[in-house]
């Protein structure tokens, strides 16, 4: 089912065919940056690497939108 929602923090979920684009900054933080031009820190969980919670949020945007 398209447009379904995807929690990117703590009680913040975006609908995920508005999010253009999922990177990590240098500085250490995993970002989603939405259509309306919107940047959202995404919540890394204990124990999980910046780039395992960036390909999880990509993984969560591709089953979304399936």
Not at 25 to 31: D, K, M, Q, R, T
Not at 45 to 64: C, M, V
């Amino acid at each position: 089912m398209a447009n379904q929602f995807v929690e990117i923090r703590d009680g913040t979920a975006v609908i995920a065919a508005n999010i253009n684009k999922v990177w990590v900054s240098n500085g250490g933080e995993v970002f989603v940056k939405l259509r309306d031009g919107a940047v959202y820190t995404v919540d890394v969980a204990y124990g999980e690497t910046l780039f395992q919670a960036s390909t999880r949020i990509k993984t969560q945007i591709e089953a979304a939108l399936a």
